[in-house]
């Protein structure tokens, strides 16, 4: 995960408008994510069943 927000921070230092709004969605749900709590359990759940039914975009 950290890897893919370096990534999408270069692209966004680059000029990528779509990487930029990219990343900084990732840091939000990253820290969500990391911050524990129900809401950090929901988007773990949103995102795992995201990534298992192959509707996410790369």
Request: contains cysteine; proline residues 0%; charged residues 20%.
């Amino acid at each position: 995960m950290v890897d893919l927000l370096v990534q999408l921070r270069e692209q966004a230092a680059a000029g990528d408008a779509t990487a930029f709004w990219a990343w900084k969605n990732a840091v939000v749900a990253y820290r969500a994510m990391i911050g524990g709590g129900s809401d950090s359990r929901n988007l773990r759940n949103r995102c795992s069943s995201t990534m298992d039914s192959g509707t996410f975009l790369v």
